[in-house]
């Protein structure tokens, strides 16, 4: 069997067993794994694809820095959520009052080919966008980790630095407010 193919079959434990090591291809393994989960956490937290970029970027060159003080391999993935959503909500509390958002409104997710389902679909988007912009950066942070990427309320609140209750209840206020904002789309 190829390398290649032996490698991406491979676990996340054991793939940061092998970083820890110097194999740089399996660190590239990790990073062609979650860099687009990580990447669209955080340009939804931070509405701007630039800084998502840069909090991607400084993510996985720290984790690559820091592969020593992971305590368990197999929490690899958690910490991953943890570092990028507390550097996203760092960039937020770093930004001029007026931040301007480069999210591009237009952005399809795939090509029906009917113009009316497509414009639809954009509008809803838009209209999600700026629901989520009206969320304070912990809930929207909370929403998003629980909401899109499927994690446990108590890695979110090691994500945020916070209880998993205090989670429920960011989550929940973040839940009524999307539901109030997004009814005309139901």
């Known amino acids: 069997m190829p390398p290649e193919l032996l490698e991406a079959e491979l676990d996340d434990a054991t793939l940061v067993v092998r970083a820890r090591g110097g194999d740089l291809r399996a660190y590239e393994q990790l990073v062609q794994r979650y860099q687009g989960p990580i990447y669209r956490l955080a340009v939804r937290i931070l509405a701007s694809r630039a800084d998502a970029e840069d909090v991607v970027q400084d993510v996985f060159l720290t984790a690559w820095r820091r592969l020593d003080q992971l305590e368990r391999e197999a929490a690899f993935v958690g910490w991953l959520y943890r570092t990028a959503t507390n550097r996203c909500l760092n960039v937020i509390r770093n930004r001029k009052p007026v931040a301007e958002a480069d999210l591009d409104q237009h952005e399809s997710t795939g090509r029906s080919g009917r113009p009316e389902k497509e ?15 009206v969320l304070t950066p912990e809930q929207r942070a909370c929403w998003l980790l629980r909401e899109v990427h499927g994690r446990s309320y108590e890695e979110i609140a090691a994500a945020v630095g916070t209880t998993s ?14 539901a109030e904002v997004m009814a005309p789309w139901r």
Do not use: K, P, S, Y
């Open 165 to 178: 209750t205090a989670v429920r209840g960011r989550i929940a206020r973040a839940r009524a407010q999307l």
């Open 119 to 133: 414009a639809e679909t954009n509008a809803q988007m838009a209209a999600l966008t700026e629901a989520l912009d």
